[in-house]
């Protein structure tokens, strides 16, 4: 005797779906490949919007005990004190304001100086939340690191797909977490995000979920060329995607919620971050992984002589092939 009424299961994607996926495959790749090009030149020109963390310099983040903060006049006053390169920013609420200041010339003891110049320009009508002083060998170090950590993790996740599948597989995945990094840098250069240590891990975390959701459908495929020997490989690839597509689409809804509220209740300190995630997962991670990473497996060889099987049509009418998610 049931004491509760059934609950009926949840279905994103309905059990027989079949989206034709590969036949996007000679679109996606022409555009990924225009894309990719812009991004580089976007790289160059007009270039990432280094933070303080790699160029140096001293940043303040301050707020006006009047309401809202005159920004002109606030401009004009640090502007005086000749301090080289002032930036102010408004962010949050009308009364906050970030103060960027250009790297001093004599070391630490200059930019604590420039601190010391700001704070008598600005005297008593401003709360200082937060100071930050970073040296040029310090930003150097830090920038030189964090590249040093992303070239690491691409070389980790290529030797850990190599051992788990095949190199095709591996170098699929690769070529995939690349074209996900260079997109989200030429998004950076284009939307001039500060570029920041937060960044350095956003573009990890974006390796790992875009890694995370091509290993599923790796798996999936693995599978499927165990299990049947004559389904062609376009056909093969089709029904691996459309069996996770509604764990992915679950995955994406959730993450992208969880960055929205972050985006919009997380304040300033990592605006940089979120922003960077929500472009980098939300819409590359979730496009790479269907429409680059799969179909790249059938020019790279996966499933050699499957495309030409004459008892194709036959194995996708007779393979009943449905999979729980």
């Known amino acids: 005797m049931r004491l509760f009424p059934a609950i009926p299961l949840l279905r994103i994607v309905p059990d027989d779906t079949k989206f034709d996926f590969m036949r996007f495959r000679r679109i996606s790749f022409p555009i990924s490949a225009i894309l990719s090009i812009v991004a580089i030149v976007l790289f160059f020109h007009p270039g990432l919007n280094l933070g303080i963390d790699f160029v140096g310099g001293t940043l303040l983040e ?120 260079v997109l989200t840098l030429g998004f950076m250069s284009l939307m001039q995000v500060d570029f920041d240590l937060t960044s350095i891990a956003a573009l990890l975390t974006i390796l790992g979920y875009s890694l995370n959701d091509t290993v599923v459908i790796y798996d999936r495929i693995r599978e499927m060329l165990r299990r049947y020997k004559k389904l062609p490989m376009t056909d093969l690839l089709n029904v691996s995607i459309n069996s996770t597509l509604s764990r992915s689409i679950i995955t994406h809804l959730t993450v992208t ?14 605006h940089s971050f979120v922003t960077t995630m929500m472009f980098g997962v939300v819409l590359v991670g979730t496009y790479t992984s269907v429409f680059i990473a799969s179909p790249i497996l059938i020019y790279l060889g996966v499933g050699t002589g499957r495309q030409e099987s004459t008892e194709g049509a036959e194995a996708v009418k007779s393979a009943n092939i449905r999979f729980s998610t």
Do not use: C
């Open 62 to 181: 301050v707020q006006s005990k009047s309401g809202s903060a005159d920004i002109g006049k606030m401009r004009t006053t640090l502007t005086a004190l000749n301090l080289g390169d002032v930036q102010l920013q408004q962010f949050g609420g009308p009364a906050d304001v970030l103060i960027r200041v250009a790297q001093q010339p004599g070391g630490e003891q200059a930019q604590q100086a420039a601190v010391e110049k700001i704070r008598g320009a600005l005297g008593t009508d401003v709360d200082y939340r937060r100071i930050e002083v970073v040296g040029p060998r310090v930003s150097s170090e830090l920038l030189s690191y964090g590249t040093l950590g992303i070239i690491v993790a691409i070389g980790a996740i290529l030797i850990y797909l190599w051992f788990r599948f095949e190199w095709q597989f591996a170098l699929g995945a690769m070529i995939a977490n690349v074209h996900d990094l």
């Open 257 to 270: 919620l969880a960055l929205l509220a972050l985006f919009l209740f997380g304040g300033h300190a990592i």
